[in-house]
């Protein structure tokens, strides 16, 4: 099984190496791809719900190595999440709690497994890594995992209506799934109503407008500018929503109502 990484360690910093190499110990022939490694730092909330669009494009049978954790080192639970063929490793604060409540079933385990040796703020090298390696392997009774009834901390499954994600074009992703979120409807920041368009080359140059993103999000772009320095927009930014009145029809030069 190939392991898949999630975190908010970024890829400059010195922590998705070491990552890495404790995966490398427990599961030195299996695959590692880095999915994201600047996921929305401690805001665990908006994490979750990029986490849980990501995984659509994660083959059945990987193992998702899920890090966004400010509360490292607290009371909070390490635990597994085997939902949609996949096995989800991370904490106990909610991370997880998105993917696996939109999966048609999923089961929660506490992880039982302790290392020699742990830190007070780095699980995600001294604890995820070696477990999300175990199960890549297959190695799932080493791994010491206790069945449990649900997950602590739940988000649900409702969308977010907030920003989640801004690339480096400046496109913004929202927490919005296109799947529920019709087209007669116009986004609205800052006072500033922005519609739909399928594509880029459907607008003007500069002009801002939203779409189906590859991941099936509502996301917001300017052609060939960036949406988030023109709305002046960060991470967490709320959105709101109107939809588009049709034109009033006329009979005889008279308006119906």
Not at 37 to 51: G, T
Not at 70 to 94: F, K, Q, T
Not at 168 to 190: E, I, K, Q
Request: with cysteine.
């Amino acid at each position: 099984m190939a392991v898949f990484l999630f975190t908010d360690f970024g890829s400059a910093d010195i922590y998705v190496g070491q990552v890495k190499a404790a995966l490398l110990e427990y599961a030195p022939r299996q695959s590692v791809v880095d999915l994201l490694h600047d996921a929305p730092a401690f805001s665990v909330r908006a994490s979750a719900h990029l986490l849980a669009a990501l995984l659509a494009r994660v083959p059945s049978g990987a193992v998702v190595l899920a890090v966004v954790d400010p509360g490292v080192g607290s009371a909070r639970e390490a635990v597994a999440v085997r939902a949609s063929g996949r096995w989800l490793v991370g904490p106990d604060n909610g991370l997880l709690s998105v993917a696996a409540g939109r999966a048609a079933r999923h089961e929660a385990y506490t992880i039982a497994w302790r290392p020699k040796a742990l830190s007070n703020s780095f699980h995600g090298r001294d604890l995820f890594a070696p477990v999300a390696g175990m199960l890549a392997r297959g190695d799932r009774k080493r791994a010491r995992l206790r069945k449990r009834a649900r997950l602590a901390v739940t988000f649900g499954t409702s969308d977010l209506s907030e920003v989640i994600y801004v690339d480096h074009f400046g496109n913004v992703l929202t927490g919005l799934r296109a799947s529920v979120f019709r087209r007669d409807r116009v986004l609205v920041v800052n006072g500033i109503r922005i519609p739909y368009a399928r594509v880029y080359s459907e607008v003007p140059q500069g002009q801002l407008f939203w779409y189906v993103n590859s991941l099936g999000l509502v996301e917001l772009a300017a052609n060939s500018a960036s949406a988030q320095r023109i709305l002046g927009i960060v991470q967490g930014c709320p959105l709101d929503s109107e939809t588009i009145k049709p034109p009033a029809r006329t009979d005889r030069g008279r308006l119906t109502i």
